[in-house]
Nanobody
Framework: VQLQASGGGLVQAGGSLRLSCAPSGSIFSFNSMGWYRQAPDKQRESVATITRSGTENYADSVKGRFTISRDSAKNTVYLQMNSLKPEDTAVYYC?????????WGQGTEVTVSS
């Protein structure tokens, strides 16, 4: 399984970015898909996930600002990030679970300037 992530970049605080993750298999073949992030000198943390049934979960720090979604026609999962803050700066990783296995994308860098 390969996860192709894209969409990172440099944006000013208050701006928006959309990340995309396209797996090599169907997005519905996974129990869940989502996004994690890792900032410098910090542990990787879950940002948002969506289960096969469509249940969404968000980290408290991004609730109301980030939205995870999926497009079955494009076989892609998205993370829409609005009202970005400097503390959102991190490398964002697409993640997929197909129990008991876990898969990671290559990471895409998001930098939010103040």
């Amino acid at each position: 399984v390969q996860l192709q992530a894209s969409g990172g970049g440099l944006v000013q605080a208050g701006g928006s970015l959309r990340l995309s993750c396209a797996p090599s298999g169907s997005i519905f073949s996974f129990n869940s898909m989502g996004w994690y992030r890792q900032a410098p000198d910090k542990q990787r943390e879950s940002v948002a996930t969506i289960t096969r049934s469509g249940t969404e979960n968000y980290a408290d720090s991004v609730k109301g600002r980030f939205t995870i979604s999926r497009d079955s026609a494009k076989n892609t999962v998205y993370l829409q990030m609005n009202s970005l803050k400097p503390e959102d700066t991190a490398v964002y990783y697409c993640h997929a679970e197909m129990y008991p296995r876990s898969y990671w994308g290559q990471g895409t860098e998001v930098t939010v300037s103040s």
